[in-house]
């Protein structure tokens, strides 16, 4: 643990503050007299038809460009982006005074300029050194996602550099959130502009912007940000660091050790680590925890970092906190998990400082991990300890879990890689299926040894891009014919809950034929409308959706279906029903013990796509994101609210005017590991 000391001017600061303050008791403008701020005025009718106008325009040029051959997603992308950013502003708000207005016209300049330059094929700013906007076509939903980059002064394209992730903290979701983003960064495109004084490249994702905590498609958004950069510039995939501060701290202290072979090094700072301990953390702006329910204890595994603590053998992990911070009580809950799992905890916290940490204390934690890639182990990633609760986190070094014996049960598996390929492992726990990927048993006399027993491998051996498959059947473990990719059952990416849908391209699908009751035709079309709102607020994006006569063979291979409506109103829920571990008809609801009366009761659930083509994609029913509201607006309550299914009673849904959903959840809980049984948790 490492303590910072208190400054040695902290008398004469507070000194200074109190003398300021008795200047301000005395101050005319302290009295009152102080000329009042404007009013906030909105745009008027003329300058909001003059930025639309504008918009049009520049939207046309965008549809052009994007049917150049000449023109990358990437580069369309840095362009688009600024269109889009101008495009919530005008819609959502608030432009009301100078400054935003400054901010408008600025980012509607930064457009016209960056088209101009893609229709002269001269773009500058994917050469730039310095403060650079960039962005990317999401896969998600097909919107523009920007991404802030520092590049340093003296990069040069032909040496890979360290790259450090930085995840920003929270960020009030208004109209002009991304403007406002868009705007930290160089106000021009000048590719002679001077560079940052540093070694590395800073990426800084938006990650969908509020209080998303990069869950979900914000975590995919991470991913798509990386991968864009290392699209345009050369990276060292063996120096990136993952770092964050306050939101940005909960991100890193969860994506760092859930995916602990992916980072050199992480950095959280100010983050707490438990959704239960952050809520009771006390600030002025929380509300308390929804009734927590057993399902709700159960999908928290997903999203709590804590849970992954052990992870953190895999990489250094160097988390820092403020003395004062009202966080402190997670970092200490952090730190003693450390303990628990016997793992040194290189902690920094500043002395006095609050939640607004100094430079003093972030220049501490970059020293020390500057000094863990330095002294960085040359045989790191031999040794697997890797503990996850479910096949959304499942990969680390050479090692991927394909089942689990129970999701949101702690999986753990710890194996050694020797020189020659042989893989010493002890028994794995709550896991049925895995692949052992090259290096792990790729030399001739390779050997494989489970819980002290040696499994026969005949002539199999692991070679690139062919990993071994092993299943434990019967109590014991063997090697099976196949790759990971032909596994039924819960496997990665077809694990669930339905709020995994959303972290992959998905579509949404409304139904255009009669419900077979009225109440549950009214609640699926305010329930889609509603995450269409929410998507376009929060999410920013537009939400897909198509009527479910214009779904083609593409959308089925591509894309998650994420019907609304009921048999008689969808007819791909119709078509799915077959295949369902439920079924519904006009009069009942049919799951496990459940069989309410479907003319007031629905069903929201997830289930692998049964489609003709649809292999490796969900089909979902009658839900967007299971959180809303207040959830939607503070970070802790960002977990799943149902599981696998729900049974939903329904209330009158008839006002067109409101995104509310009359809508009672009787029960909540998962399919089990074949997706055939129904699982309902229990206190």
């Known amino acids: 643990?490492?303590?910072?000391?208190?400054?040695?001017?902290?008398?004469?600061?507070?000194?200074?503050?109190?003398?300021?303050?008795?200047?301000?008791?005395?101050?005319?403008?302290?009295?009152?007299?102080?000329p009042s701020p404007p009013p906030p005025a909105p745009l008027t009718e003329a300058e909001q038809e003059e930025a639309r106008a504008t918009l049009a325009g520049l939207n046309a040029r965008l549809a052009e460009l994007r049917k150049n051959p000449q023109v990358s997603s990437d580069l369309w992308a840095d362009a688009d982006v600024f269109v889009k950013a101008a495009t919530w502003g005008l819609d959502f708000g608030p432009i009301n005074d100078d400054k935003s207005r400054t901010l408008l016209k600025n980012t509607l300049r930064r457009a016209a300029d960056r088209i101009e330059a893609l229709e002269g094929g001269k773009p500058v700013w994917d050469k730039q050194h310095g403060r650079v906007a960039r962005a990317f076509v999401s896969t998600v939903d097909g919107s523009t996602q920007p991404f802030g980059l520092v590049i340093p002064a003296n990069y040069d394209a032909s040496k890979p550099f360290r790259l450090d992730v930085v995840l920003h903290g929270s960020m009030r979701p208004t109209g002009i959130s991304e403007m406002q983003f868009l705007s930290q960064y160089n106000a021009t495109d000048d590719k002679t502009a001077r560079g940052a004084s540093q070694d590395w490249i800073e990426l800084h994702p938006l990650g969908r912007l509020g209080e998303n905590a990069y869950r979900f498609e914000g975590e995919t958004d991470v991913d798509e940000a990386i991968a864009c950069v290392l699209r345009?510039?050369?990276?060292?995939?063996?120096?990136?660091?993952?770092?964050?501060?306050?939101?940005?701290?909960?991100?890193?202290?969860?994506?760092?050790?859930?995916?602990?072979?992916?980072?050199?090094?992480?950095?959280?700072?100010?983050?707490?680590?438990?959704?239960?301990?952050?809520a009771a953390s006390p600030r002025s702006n929380?509300?308390?925890?929804?009734?927590?329910?057993?399902?709700?204890?159960?999908?928290?595994?997903?999203?709590?970092?804590?849970?992954?603590?052990?992870?953190?053998?895999?990489?250094?992990?160097?988390?820092?906190?403020?003395?004062?911070?009202?966080?402190?009580?997670?970092?200490?809950?952090?730190?003693?998990?450390f303990k628990k799992e016997g793992i040194p905890f290189d902690g920094v916290i500043e002395f006095g400082a609050g939640h607004a940490l100094t430079k003093k204390g972030f220049t501490e934690q970059f020293a020390i991990l500057n000094k863990a890639l330095e002294q960085a182990a040359p045989d790191r990633g031999k040794r697997v300890h890797f503990t996850t609760w479910t096949l959304k986190y499942n990969r680390c070094f050479w090692v991927e879990l394909l089942g689990l014996g129970r999701h949101y049960e702690r999986a753990l598996i710890q194996a050694s890689l020797a020189d020659d390929g042989s893989v010493t492992m002890e028994e794995p726990q709550n896991i049925t299926r895995l692949a052992l990927y090259p290096p792990a048993l790729a030399g001739k006399d390779s050997k494989l040894t489970i819980g002290g027993k040696v499994i026969p491998l005949g002539t199999r051996r692991g070679s690139e891009g062919s990993p071994i498959v092993l299943a434990r059947e019967n109590g014991a473990w063997h090697v099976v014919d196949g790759s990971p990719s032909q596994t039924t059952g819960k496997r990665p990416g077809l694990q669930g809950p339905i709020d995994d849908a959303f972290a992959t391209k998905f579509l949404c699908v409304r139904g255009t034929g009669t419900p077979l009751n009225p109440a549950i035709g009214a609640w699926a079309d305010a329930n889609l409308a509603r995450f269409t709102d929410e998507w376009r607020r929060h999410y920013r994006g537009n939400l897909p959706v198509k009527n479910d006569r214009d779904v083609t063979d593409e959308d089925l291979r591509t894309s998650n279906l994420i019907l609304f409506g009921d048999p008689g109103s969808n007819s791909w829920i119709a078509e799915a029903l077959p295949a369902m571990p439920f079924q519904w008809s006009k009069e009942t609801l049919?799951?496990?013990?459940?069989?309410?009366?479907?003319?007031?009761?629905?069903?929201?659930?997830?289930?692998?796509?049964?489609?003709?083509?649809?292999?490796?994609?969900?089909?979902?029913?009658?839900?967007?994101?299971?959180?809303?509201?207040?959830?939607?607006?503070?970070?802790?309550?960002?977990?799943p609210r149902l599981g696998d299914w729900a049974v939903m009673k329904i209330g009158p849904n008839n006002n067109a005017k409101t995104a509310a959903v009359d809508e009672t959840v009787v029960q909540s809980g998962f399919f089990d590991e074949d997706w055939r049984g129904v699982i309902e948790p229990k206190e």
């Open 590 to 639: 049919q799951l496990r013990s459940h069989r309410p009366s479907a003319a007031d009761h629905a069903l929201s659930a997830i289930a692998p796509s049964p489609f003709p083509g649809a292999a490796g994609k969900y089909v979902v029913f009658n839900s967007g994101h299971t959180y809303h509201g207040d959830a939607l607006r503070l970070s802790y309550m960002v977990y």
């Open 1 to 34: 643990m490492f303590v910072l000391k208190p400054l040695a001017n902290v008398r004469t600061i507070r000194t200074a503050a109190c003398f300021l303050a008795a200047l301000c008791v005395v101050s005319p403008f302290a009295a009152g007299q102080a």
């Open 286 to 337: 929380f509300k308390p925890l929804d009734p927590v329910t057993p399902w709700h204890k159960l999908t928290l595994h997903m999203v709590d970092a804590i849970d992954y603590t052990a992870n953190a053998r895999m990489v250094p992990v160097v988390p820092l906190m403020g003395e004062l911070d009202e966080y402190m009580s997670s970092h200490r809950l952090i730190e003693a998990e």
């Open 232 to 278: 345009h510039y050369n990276i060292d995939r063996s120096r990136t660091v993952l770092r964050g501060s306050s939101l940005g701290g909960v991100g890193a202290w969860a994506i760092g050790l859930k995916r602990p072979d992916r980072w050199a090094a992480v950095g959280p700072a100010c983050g707490p680590v438990d959704t239960y301990v952050f």
